[in-house]
């Protein structure tokens, strides 16, 4: 089974959130790298672009496919890391630190609410997604 840290939240697109006072950092899960195998460029949208909650926000690229990033919550982007267009490979190395994507201003604090908890994570993975 893959990494879940407990304090986190997840979607069933593969990506994390984890609370930072009232903005979240925003990233994708150890399952997801794994699945796309070694990372070769990221595509992250600019600091104050605005997102919307399951809709695309970027590009993860790797030696086997092309994915978007889904953004679990929407928001404006406050903070992007701009290390990953030049060390992509942090994002297999350390998915839940190094390899972050973005922080967000949340503009409903309620979608949170709706985001799978690693437990629910767990099981939507043993189901075999």
């Known amino acids: 089974m893959a990494n879940v840290p407990a304090e986190l939240r997840y979607t069933k697109d593969h990506e994390w ?8 950092r925003i990233g994708i899960t150890a399952y997801a ?11 992250l949208p600019k600091v104050g672009s ?6 695309s926000f970027g590009v993860v690229e790797s030696v086997k496919a092309v994915s978007d990033l889904f953004a679990p919550l929407s928001g404006e982007i406050v903070e992007v890391n701009a290390e990953l ?29 709706e985001l799978l908890t690693a437990a629910q994570y767990e099981q939507f993975l043993s189901e075999g997604h």
Not at 17 to 24: D, H, I, N, S, V
Not at 33 to 43: P, R, W
Not at 90 to 108: C, F, L, R, S, T
């Open 17 to 24: 959130a984890k609370p930072e006072g009232k903005r979240y």
């Open 33 to 43: 790298q794994e699945q796309l195998g070694d990372v070769v460029f990221v595509e």
């Open 50 to 55: 605005k997102v919307t909650a399951k809709q």
């Open 85 to 113: 267009p030049n060390a992509p490979q942090a994002v297999n190395e350390d998915p839940y630190g190094k390899g972050w994507m973005v922080v967000i201003a949340p503009a409903k604090a309620d979608e949170w609410n």
